[in-house]
């Protein structure tokens, strides 16, 4: 699609593993998507120039993972009011808590949404995605109202052994 929805920006080609949890929920929903490697430290004006011309794109949503350092959410944030949802990318030295509380505290005026550490966040940040795209679209609505059905009615009375 050549304008879709949902932007999928990423710091590294490392994150891809985590970040592509967002884009098989998307594809699940049916909810157009682009992914793209946009890095804050390494590649500045590739990050400028995404949040400069993302509202005339037509991005309703723009899910960013990065991880230690993680400035690419907030710093996305700043330059678009696309809303921003953010995924702290978990690391090997500090197992994410430094990728979630870079991107966590926002200073007043630049929001983003931050989801849980890792693969849960990148899927939630999806689900958040088609939560916001699903206000002005009745069909996606309904599929991801069946989409959280299907996932409640999948989930055990009782437990089992393993
Ligand atoms: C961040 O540094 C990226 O978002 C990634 O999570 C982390 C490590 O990047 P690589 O060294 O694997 O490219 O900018």
Do not use: C
């Not at 049916?30 to 500045?44: D, L, M, N, W």
């Not at 966590?104 to 005026?109: A, E, H, I, S, V």
């Amino acid at each position: 699609m050549e304008n879709p929805p949902v932007g999928i920006i990423m710091g590294s080609q490392s994150d891809w593993s985590t970040m592509r949890e967002a884009a098989a929920l998307l594809d699940d929903l049916g909810i157009a998507y682009e992914a793209k490697i946009v890095s804050a430290h390494r590649t500045p004006d590739r990050l400028w120039d995404y949040g400069k011309t993302a509202v005339d794109r037509g991005l309703q949503v723009i899910i960013a993972g990065a991880g230690g350092a993680a400035h690419l959410p907030g710093m996305m944030a700043s330059k678009t009011r696309v809303p921003v949802i953010g995924v702290p990318v978990q690391t090997k030295a500090l197992s994410g808590v430094d990728s979630l509380y870079s991107i966590l505290q926002m200073p007043r005026g630049f929001p983003v949404a931050t989801m849980a550490i890792g693969a849960a966040g990148a899927a939630n940040a999806a689900l958040m995605a088609a939560g916001i795209l699903a206000l002005g679209d009745d069909a996606l609505a309904k599929r991801l109202e069946d989409w959280r059905d299907a996932l409640s009615a999948s989930i055990p009375q009782e437990p089992v052994d393993d």
